[in-house]
């Protein structure tokens, strides 16, 4: 007799929504099996970056399950997932955008970038950067700081930490979640001083 997660290998995607939201973890995991892939690639292509590609594609699936009870999907499961990815790649690029206009609005200002990335704006940022680290849970910070600084991969990670490369995922997950609603914050909180400052 087929396991239920078997039974579901072959169900159309109206059925696995359903079970999705009703909390079956078994139709989740035949979600991500099927579409992350295909996701992974389309990140990829967009962004030109491997692990950033994965942490939108982990981060898109993570938000899917915390949301499942509230879902309303009016289009097809795979038009949704492509569409979600595309609107997170888009955000990335809209954040990014943000910071780049603030160094255009302080070269407008006259004074050089760097020159004000020196003084205390920039300081600030980095301490925020530091604090916020400093308040992540060891083995995060661990994860994290591999990643970011020491640049291995999530299965290097997973090897030399001795965790499954799940956890490194999570884990990298969730210490960018937190990193990025500070910095964000700090930086349209600048972009916006420096306009009414002017």
């Not at 292509?45 to 699936?61: G, I, K, N, Y």
């Not at 997170?88 to 070269?107: G, M, T």
């Not at 980095?126 to 916020?132: A, F, L, P, V």
């Amino acid at each position: 007799m087929l396991s239920q997660g078997a039974s579901l290998e072959k169900a159309e995607d109206s059925r696995l929504l359903r079970l999705l939201s009703e909390g079956d973890e078994q139709a989740y995991i035949v979600i991500y099996n099927r579409y992350a892939p295909l996701l992974y690639i389309h990140a990829e292509r967009m962004l030109s970056d491997t692990d950033l590609a994965q942490d939108v594609v982990h981060d898109l699936f993570a938000a899917l399950w915390d949301k499942r009870e509230q879902l309303n999907i009016a289009i097809s499961l795979k038009a949704y997932l492509y569409k979600s990815i595309r609107n997170r790649v888009l955000d990335l690029f809209a954040k990014e955008k943000v910071r780049l206009d603030y160094r255009d609005a302080l070269q407008h200002k006259g004074e050089p970038v760097e020159e004000v990335e020196d003084k205390y704006q920039y300081r600030e940022l980095e301490d925020i950067i530091d604090s916020e680290l400093g308040r992540l849970p060891e083995q995060m910070r661990k994860v994290f700081l591999l990643s970011r600084i020491d640049e291995k991969s999530y299965k290097e990670i997973a090897e030399e930490l001795q965790i499954a490369e799940g956890t490194v995922k999570k884990q990298i997950y969730m210490a960018l979640k937190r990193l990025r609603q500070r910095i964000i914050y700090f930086i349209i909180l600048l972009v916006f001083l420096l306009n009414f400052i002017y």
